[in-house]
T-cell receptor, first 112, second 114 residues
């Protein structure tokens, strides 16, 4: 499969601060994107999704931004909490393929 | 979100034996199910995609005779690791989606081959 998000950074933030996690995708044909949260030893948990006809979507404490021009996706978490500590993955889906390919992930470490 | 249940969560088997992992969508009918493999501290690698009633589509480099996938109904898919060897030890995760919606994941299965 293709790589989405070739970097695996670790982001450390202080509790209460906002977090921004980034993802670069490689296929310009991708039209549907999802952010997942994965805690150790568990399966990924759906956070928020966005389709390519939008550039921003908000959920509870989370916002996803999509920049198709530079093939970039970001996840913003407001007022980060210790329970937000996990690895975050973006996944892309291409039309007519209906497959989800995952990026390399970002580990979020929230310091109390 | 929708609930996907995967069983077993952990399995230890002897080298040369086969192991079956089940993936069920509990509260929705999954038109597509996906199987992933994940090594420690790495991302999820898509192994195959299956649609109910049809043969699975395997990703390049994934041995279809090694990893048998059956998607017998809209709520059940199984992955059988045949003639398992220690290098097959990994975390296997399934996910299910409906009509090009988001994919929801099971809890994962930790396979250890001894």
């Amino acid at each position: 499969g293709e790589n989405v998000g070739l970097h695996l950074p670790t982001l450390s933030v202080q509790e209460g601060d906002n977090s921004i996690i980034n993802c670069a995708y490689s296929n310009s044909a991708s039209d549907y994107f999802i952010w997942y949260k994965q805690e150790s030893g568990k399966g990924p948990q759906f956070i928020i999704d966005i389709r390519s006809n939008m550039d921003k979507r908000q959920g509870q404490r989370v916002t996803v931004l999509l920049n198709k021009t530079v093939k970039h996706l970001s996840l913003q978490i407001a007022a980060t909490q210790p329970g937000d500590s996990a690895v975050y993955f973006c996944a892309e889906n291409r039309p007519n393929f209906n497959k989800f390919y995952f990026g390399s992930g970002t580990k979020l470490n929230v310091k109390p | 979100g929708a609930v996907v249940s995967q069983h077993p969560s952990r399995v230890i088997c002897k080298s040369g034996t086969s192991v079956k992992i089940e993936c069920r969508s509990l509260d929705f009918q999954a038109t597509t199910m996906f199987w992933y493999r994940q090594f420690p501290k790495q991302s999820l690698m898509l192994m195959a995609t299956s649609n109910e009633g049809s043969k699975a589509t395997y990703e390049q480099g994934v041995e279809k005779d090694k990893f048998l996938i059956n998607h017998a109904s809209l709520t059940l898919s199984t992955l059988t690791v045949t003639s398992a060897h220690p290098e097959d030890s990994s975390f296997y995760i399934c996910s299910a989606s409906y009509s090009q919606g988001p994919a929801f994941f099971g809890q994962g299965t930790r396979l250890t081959v001894v």
